[in-house]
């Protein structure tokens, strides 16, 4: 099982970038796909992006594609998201988790069946 450490988040104006980095606990970090998940206030959790175990697949939501970028380091065991291009939209409680194939990171199902989720960390887009 893989325990995550998400960091990263703050303030910034629309048009800006943060970097996220989750850190991820456990030997087995490398062969679990690694995806981000967003949850604004009053609103369901979902998929942003997801990366392939080996950083060779990616996948991203229609509404940061071209603007966010998932990356990994698995010598580090930790998974990033640089967010360039930020929109008040984007201000939510900003998730990582792991799961064995990174097809089944978008499926709403995963957060519904997920129980075991880090703190978060908080990004707040102002206008």
């Known amino acids: 099982q893989v325990q995550v450490v998400e960091s990263g988040g703050g303030l910034v104006q629309a048009g800006g970038s943060l970097r996220l980095s989750c850190a991820a606990s456990g030997r087995t970090f490398a062969s679990y796909a690694m995806g981000w998940f967003r949850q604004a206030p009053g609103k369901e959790r979902n998929f942003v992006a997801g990366?392939?175990?080996?950083?060779?697949?990616?996948d991203y939501a229609d509404s940061v594609k071209g603007r966010f970028t998932i990356s990994r380091d698995n010598a580090k065991n930790t998974v990033y998201l640089q967010m360039n291009s930020l929109k008040p939209e984007d201000t939510a409680v900003y998730y990582c988790?792991?799961?064995?194939?990174?097809?089944?990171?978008?499926?709403?199902?995963?957060?519904?069946?997920?129980?075991?989720w880090g703190q978060g960390t908080q990004v707040t887009v102002s206008s």
């Open positions: 988790a792991a799961d064995g194939r990174l097809s089944r990171l978008r499926n709403p199902v995963f957060v519904a069946q997920t129980k075991d």
């Open positions: 990366i392939s175990w080996n950083g060779g697949t990616t």
